[in-house]
């Protein structure tokens, strides 16, 4: 039974630390896209912009988009309209096949080619696995971050009482060990609630599969269908495009003080077409309210995210409670700070176990190289990517070069004798990606977009050359020791808090 204990360890290692690691992953990821819309803008910035678009524009869109749709072999079931908004202020014709940016008369201006946003996107909803799989590792993740700040609490009785003790010039272990129980205090309501809304989004395919299989006959979509109401049956048959800009007048007459954010049209150019349009009401934290229209353009009613079930209401909320879509920009720089901390807290708890470790004379060079890639080479192939999106193009395949990269920073990681050293290349490599990818971007910004200089924010990209810039100095420094293990003579005998 000794030999079962000893030969298990490692294994339990090797699942702690990889759990670890994409949890660290998620939470990073998860707070970049906090400005996705940002990073839509910074990424494709020669986009025609407007503050608002007529409905005869939009119709003309809708036109104009499906006419393009009419050369490929499949006809779109669903057509997005994406209306200018404050953080995104461009309209976007989206199909099941393609997706154009338009201009203010309702011209195809071009493609949206927003990949490295989507791959952003994809990193943290499913860590590009198929989606089932990822929503469902991604929701597991969610629990577990739930069971950690709960254990975590239960385990330090003093974490409260001590919430603004900071041993800052201690020993490495010692401030790394009350950085960590100080940002787990005091974003502790953030932190359940990013990871209990997170469980809920990741676990929700599961569950309605489950569901669906029980009580529905596998039907997913009568699952959901209390939520955000059923869909017409569909007919087929040939017809003329809705008015679409008579929806939007009639809205507007019918909910001044509501604005809308997207025109949904179902089954476009069949008998059994109908709209939706998606409304924001004040002071709700709900994703939107959905206005349904049939296909002569009759008002047909509410899906009822705004005043239907409590469990509706609640379900409407998770999205936006999640991802700090609420508020505008106050609000996001609030949830990238709160991030940033959850951030520290996942990547700072692996690295004070290896410090204990390392005291007991247990041996950590292999784990400490592990961790160091995970730690700093995720930024690094994260800030490599948006290098590629800029010299080589959207076409670029990101998943693969991420991935790809990371799997070399590991086996260097694990392979290299000193990982001490291993943190500080990789945070002097991150520190220079970043200040060339800011520069470079804003450079680019002011020699390409003399006509167009709104259509870029270019706040993100000195806030990119301050964050190389900070990550430079703290590379340079004595000790840097988030994602590395301590130098012997820093780890104190003292225990922690």
């Not at 799997?407 to 520190?431: D, E, F, N, S, V």
């Amino acid at each position: 039974m000794a030999n079962l204990f000893r030969r298990a360890l490692p294994v339990h290692t090797a699942i702690g630390l990889w759990a670890g690691a994409l949890l660290y992953i998620l939470c990073l990821t998860g707070m970049l896209i906090v400005f996705d819309e940002e990073w839509q803008r910074w990424e494709q910035p020669d986009v025609p912009e407007m503050t608002a678009i007529a409905p005869a524009a939009v119709q003309q869109a809708a036109v104009n988009v499906l006419a393009a749709e009419a050369e490929l072999e499949k006809r779109t079931t669903h057509l997005f309209v994406h209306l200018p908004s404050g953080a995104l202020p461009r309209t976007i014709v989206t199909t099941d096949t393609q997706a154009f940016h338009v201009d203010g008369a309702g011209r195809i201006h071009g493609p949206e080619t927003n990949s490295w946003t989507q791959f952003l996107l994809d990193a943290h909803y499913y860590f590009h696995l198929p989606s089932f799989i990822g929503l469902t590792l991604v929701g597991g993740l969610g629990v577990m971050m739930v069971a950690l700040a709960i254990s975590g609490i239960l385990a330090h009785p003093r974490i409260f009482r001590d919430a603004f003790r900071l041993r800052a010039r201690a020993g490495d272990r010692l401030a790394l060990t009350d950085w960590h129980n100080r940002l787990s205090v005091w974003t502790l309501p953030f932190g359940i609630a990013a990871a209990l809304t997170g469980a809920l989004l990741g676990l929700a395919s599961i569950m309605a599969v489950g569901m669906a299989e029980t009580f529905h006959g596998g039907d997913t979509e009568a699952v959901f269908a209390p939520i955000f109401g059923e869909e017409p049956a569909a007919d087929p048959a040939p017809a003329a495009l809705p008015d679409l800009a008579g929806m939007m007048e009639d809205m507007a007459a019918r909910h001044p003080d509501i604005r809308t954010s997207y025109v949904i049209l179902h089954d476009p150019a069949t008998a059994g077409q109908h709209v939706q349009l998606l409304g924001h009401p004040p002071r709700r934290l709900i994703f939107g309210e959905y206005y349904g229209y049939d296909g002569a353009g009759n008002f047909t009613g509410t899906a009822g995210m705004a005043d239907g079930t409590v469990g509706q209401q609640v379900s409407a909320s998770i999205y936006n409670l999640h991802f700090g879509n609420f508020g505008g920009l106050p609000v996001k720089l609030a949830y990238i700070l709160l991030g940033l901390s959850l951030t520290i807290v996942s990547g700072s708890g692996m690295s004070i176990w290896l410090a204990k470790r390392r005291q007991k004379g247990l041996p950590t060079a292999r784990l400490a190289g592990f961790w160091s890639a995970i730690v700093w080479g995720t930024p690094l192939m994260l800030a490599l990517t948006a290098a590629a999106r800029l010299v080589v193009g959207g076409g670029t395949a990101f998943a693969a070069l991420f991935w790809a990269g990371m799997t070399a920073l590991i086996i260097a990681g694990i392979l290299m004798k000193r990982p001490r050293q291993m943190t500080r290349y990789l945070q002097c490599a991150l520190a220079v990606t970043l200040f060339a990818v800011g520069a470079g971007h804003a450079i680019w910004i002011s020699l390409t977009m003399s006509a167009n200089p709104a259509g870029m924010p270019l706040w993100l990209d000195i806030a990119i050359v301050i964050i190389g810039l900070i990550i430079w100095w703290f590379s340079l420094r004595p000790r840097a020791n988030f994602g590395s293990h301590p130098v012997p003579g820093a780890v104190s005998a003292q225990s922690p808090s």
